[in-house]
């Protein structure tokens, strides 16, 4: 079935550095990607989107490109804050249904 | 914006007590989810609606009930609380299908 697996966390990182948090899937079809973040204590935030192939998703610095070829969805920052700290999720949705498939976070902390 | 609104923050219910869980979107979103989230275990789907009165089960549905009467409210029943029924417990809408969903804020429920 469709699966979504997230690199293992905890991140930690420095301000001011590079962030990759890498995501790879397994689905049939073409499913549309997402990325989440949660802040502590809180529910999910939509981050970006990705609908199709080559796609590049991106907000508040963040980006993610749908790579088909490789069946990823890798999200990347070139200059991460204290205030970026917080659990992201990658997710896809399974089209045959109505449900989002979610892989089990990867939890980042910015130190300063 | 989207809201999703739950009702209620923090709970602490009795075990063998009858819980109800509720939330509320304001975008007569056609699909509804309740997930629970528990440390290491990422979010797990419980139960989905995608339309007043249907009900589909998710993944971890034993223990657990639904209840859609109309279009903007899910509620979740815990029949009968039990301990290992303390966790995060977070809604989300969405319109149609590989769309994003919207989260509500969490209630943290703890069952003593």
């Known amino acids: 079935g469709n699966s979504v697996t997230q690199m293992e966390g905890p991140v930690t990182l420095s301000e001011e550095a590079f962030l990759t948090i890498n995501c790879t899937y397994t689905a049939t079809g073409y499913p549309s990607l997402f990325w989440y973040v949660q802040y502590p204590g809180e529910g999910l935030q939509l981050l970006l989107k990705a609908t199709k192939a080559d796609d590049k998703g991106s907000n508040k610095g963040f980006e993610a490109t749908y790579r088909k070829e490789t069946t990823s969805f890798h999200l990347e920052k070139g200059s991460v804050q204290v205030s970026d700290s917080a659990v992201y999720f990658c997710a896809l949705s399974d089209g045959s249904s109505y449900k989002l498939i979610f892989g089990s976070g990867t939890r980042l902390l910015v130190r300063p | 914006d989207v809201k999703v609104t739950q009702s209620s923050r923090y709970l602490v219910k009795r075990t063998g007590e009858k819980v109800f869980l509720e939330c509320v979107q304001d975008m007569d979103h056609e699909n509804m989810f309740w997930y629970r989230q528990d440390p290491g275990l990422g979010l797990r789907l419980i139960y989905f609606?995608?339309?007043?009165?249907?009900?589909e089960k998710g993944d971890i549905p034993e223990g657990y009930s639904v209840s859609r009467e109309k279009k903007e409210r899910f509620s979740l029943i815990l029949e009968s609380a039990s301990t290992n029924q303390t966790s995060m417990y977070l809604c989300a809408s969405s319109f149609g299908r590989e769309t994003e969903a919207f989260f509500g804020q969490g209630t943290r429920l703890t069952v003593v």
């Open positions: 609606s995608y339309d007043v009165k249907m009900k």
